[in-house]
């Protein structure tokens, strides 16, 4: 329970403390006192006396501390849907992925039937060439928004890739920081099926042997995105939450009351302390 407390204690500062920092500079920006007299700063700080003031100084620092998580909670329910956009496109690459292998396993029982001397080895080797351009067609044609999610030949014109030659990165917004996601490039196995010589022993040993090598690396690229894909599911539950913590305590606290702000939050984190407190950052 100490540790409970702690911790939403400290998430409760959050709002109240970082939020307090930028509230100065947003309120004399906002409410056009820019080059107001230090006099009428400190009323409009303090208050004026009541029977002049409409509204005081705390009322106001208040309603832009709200009105400031209010304006953090918008963007957690950004970042949530950002997530949620991140995992549709690791599913998507993911889901071509998974057709490629099943392609790579056909092709990998063709060549198994081939050294085996099958007596249709001339269907077996146009259906071997055919699922080839299958291969080169998904990795050229699999997009998401645009972005070529296996071919890495084209993401040197796309600049919301950064590149490495075996990967590229991609840059989510996740609240105050980024969020990555690795692509995989496949774009050296394009045409890399064609030069396989079926016709011969060496050649049939060769293709059973890039097969199986492709096999195994499209396994470990699956793998990764769906746990991938996971992750992100979480963490856009995890930002819709915090979202709604903060349109909860705003909705709760009495008007300018910053200390009622202060314990709506702490009670809420309270409360909900098992999913917040567990949940992925």
């Known amino acids: 329970m100490a540790d409970n407390f ?32 230090g006099m009428s700063l400190t009323e409009f700080i303090l208050g004026k006396p009541k029977e002049t003031a409409r509204r ?23 970042a949530s849907k950002n997530m949620l956009q991140g995992k549709a496109l ?34 077996l080797k146009t259906e071997y060439a055919n699922l080839a351009a299958d291969i080169k067609s998904s990795i050229e044609g699999t997009q998401f928004n645009g972005i070529k999610l296996l ?30 996601l690795t692509l995989y490039n496949l774009a050296n196995y394009k045409t ?9 022993t060496q050649g049939l040993t060769d293709a059973a042997s890039d097969l199986g090598v492709v096999g195994t690396m499209l396994e470990g690229m699956a793998a990764s995105y769906k746990a991938r894909a996971g992750l992100l599911d979480t963490e856009s ?12 305590a705003t909705g709760r606290a009495k008007p300018g009351d910053e200390e009622s702000l202060k314990q709506a939050l702490i009670d809420i984190l309270m409360r909900d302390g098992g999913s917040i407190l567990n949940g992925v950052s």
């Not at 911790?7 to 930028?22: F, H, I, K, P, V």
């Not at 990165?169 to 920081?177: F, P, R, S, T």
């Open 90 to 123: 690791l599913e998507t690459g993911g889901d071509a992925i998974g057709l490629i292998q099943e392609k790579i396993k056909r092709m990998n029982e063709i060549v198994a039937k081939l050294q085996a001397n099958d007596p249709g080895a001339a269907a």
């Open 6 to 37: 702690h911790t939403a204690n400290m998430l409760a500062e959050y709002s109240l403390n970082l939020l307090r920092g930028q509230m100065v500079t947003q309120l004399m920006t906002g409410q056009g006192l820019v080059g107001m007299s």
């Open 192 to 200: 890399a099926f064609d030069a396989h010589d079926l016709d011969t």
């Open 151 to 180: 071919d890495g030949d084209g993401w040197a014109d796309d600049e919301r890739i950064t590149s490495n030659g075996d990967t590229g990165k991609i840059q989510l917004q996740a609240g105050y920081a980024p969020n990555e």
């Open 237 to 248: 539950a995890s930002f819709e939450r915090r979202a709604a913590i903060l349109d909860e």
């Open 56 to 78: 005081s100084g705390t009322d106001m620092m208040n309603d832009a501390l709200t009105g400031l998580m209010r304006s953090d909670a918008a963007m957690l329910r950004q």
